[in-house]
């Protein structure tokens, strides 16, 4: 089982289910910290899912929600995001949500 983190707004932003993320592996090494862009199913609880890896989610600041929350990776997207440079990345992932 594999780590990653998330980051979110606000706590509350996190929803359960099919999910856009962009998400940091936390497994030591040299892939450590490299990000991927994912379609995933995440859950609260890790009975939800078959063989989740954990997901850390930590608000825009960088402070950590007390509990794990578990991510089954469904495909790989894209490695970037249209935009310009001083776009916010979460504000120009949902202008282009269908």
């Not at 856009?20 to 090494?29: A, M, N, R, S, V």
């Not at 899912?49 to 495909?75: A, Q």
């Amino acid at each position: 089982m594999k780590e990653w983190q998330t980051f979110v707004r606000r706590f509350g932003d996190m929803k359960e289910g099919k999910r856009e993320l962009f998400i940091k592996d936390l497994t030591p090494g040299k892939a450590k910290y490299d990000t991927k862009h994912v379609m995933a199913q995440v859950s609260k609880s890790k009975g939800v899912l078959k063989n989740p890896d954990t997901l850390w989610v930590r608000s825009e600041s960088g402070e950590k929600y007390k509990d794990p929350w578990y991510l089954k990776v469904e495909k790989e997207l894209e490695e970037w995001i249209p935009g310009k440079p001083w776009d916010d990345l979460l504000e120009a992932l949902e202008k282009r949500q269908p």
